[in-house]
């Protein structure tokens, strides 16, 4: 594998077997092909964004990147290591946060969780001390270190979930949806911190969300993948055009005005002052914004992203539509990448 590869998949599958009661004594056998031929690759200090709709296989892949799962068929590399065959060493090079869960001791001071990390994964006293002062001041972690986790805030635990993820100096970072629930502010401040990380210290991250502002904010590649099946490699922007997917500008005027008119975009609902307008999700809000405020009353404004589902959904009719066009129905599905 060369350098480059930082994470390699050819071909990845990941079939479960599970057993449902039907009757009394009787029992169906059923296959759930979770990942289903996946490849792609992870060039070292890339961030990617790693989405898909419920159920898509997200958290099935980073399972197999950590070595929790073994797949059942195609090759996984990374940072060259097999990671079912040698977990523990890969431990020391990759770092995961799972936004539903932490890995912190609920009952604990969040300085006694990062002491028992610190012991765990060996890491040598000067180096530890180094990051942890230096992750307490990036993440504002200072006045939380004698907190129990349980009294922690949501956003506060996420925090403190990402230091401990980071104390051993990974050189990849998995985070399954590490801004899910947060306020505003929290997800900017999280957002801020793997940015940084990202720039000074070249950390690999692979992002799973259901939010695309954390895509849109700090990656400038997106995989989606849905049934097991990778649907889509490549910039956001692109993302949109392949789904054509749509964004809503809300806009509030000084009063009640006919639908105001600003190409592409077009009011899609209006309730006394405030007007809704839909624009293609390629283009630029920044400009659209300034021709509302140049040519109209505007007391407020807000830009709504689709969800992903949405666009998800999108993308899959414009493939069948697409491949009906090409006299091959049938293809919609497929790995476009
Ligand atoms: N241990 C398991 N045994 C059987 N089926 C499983 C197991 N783990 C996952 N699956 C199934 O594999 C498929 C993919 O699940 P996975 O958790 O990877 O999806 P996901 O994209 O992470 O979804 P979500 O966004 O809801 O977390 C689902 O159909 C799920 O029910």
């Known amino acids: 594998m060369s350098d ?12 479960f077997d599970v057993r449902k009661k039907t009757g009394f004594l009787k029992r169906e056998r059923r296959q759930v092909r979770a990942v289903d031929s996946i490849s792609f690759t992870v060039p070292r200090g890339e961030m990617v964004g790693y989405i898909g709709p419920n159920g898509a296989g997200k958290s099935t892949t980073i399972k197999m990147l950590t070595g ?49 990390m610190h012991r765990m994964y060996r890491i040598p006293d000067a180096r530890y001390r180094e990051n942890l002062d230096r992750l307490v001041e990036l993440l ?15 956003g506060q635990r996420m925090r403190g979930d990402i230091a401990a993820a980071l104390l051993h100096d990974p050189e990849v970072l998995y985070l399954d949806e590490p801004t899910i629930g947060l306020d505003v502010i929290s997800k900017s401040r999280v957002r801020e911190f793997l940015r940084e990380l990202n720039a000074e210290r070249g950390t690999t991250v692979l992002l799973t969300t259901h939010d695309l502002q954390d895509i849109e904010q700090l990656c400038s590649r997106v995989m989606v993948i849905d049934h097991g ?3 889509y490699d490549g910039p956001l922007a692109g993302l949109h055009e392949v789904g054509e997917s749509e964004r809503t500008l809300v806009v509030d005027l000084e009063r009640e005005l006919p639908p105001i008119e600003v190409p ?45 589902e949405t666009v998800i959904a999108k993308m899959y009719a414009e493939q069948a539509e697409q491949a009906e066009k090409a006299g091959s129905a049938g293809n919609a599905g497929k790995a476009i990448s």
């Open 229 to 231: 099946r990778m649907m």
């Open 264 to 308: 592409p975009a077009r009011v899609v609902k209006v309730e006394g002052p405030r007007q809704w307008l839909a624009f293609p999700a390629a283009e630029s809000a920044a400009v659209l914004v300034a021709r509302v405020a140049a040519e109209y009353p505007l007391v407020d404004l807000s830009v709504r992203e689709p969800d992903i």
């Open 4 to 15: 480059e590869a930082f994470i390699e998949l050819d071909g990845v599958e990941k079939v």
């Open 140 to 154: 504002d972690l200072g006045a939380l270190l004698d907190v129990p986790v349980r009294q922690l805030s949501l």
């Open 68 to 116: 929790i799962l073994t797949p059942s068929g195609g090759r996984l590399r990374v940072a060259g290591i097999d990671p079912s065959r040698e977990r523990t060493r890969l431990a020391h090079r990759i770092g995961v946060v799972f936004g539903q869960r932490t890995t912190l001791w609920w009952d604990l001071p969040l300085i006694d969780s990062y002491k028992l």
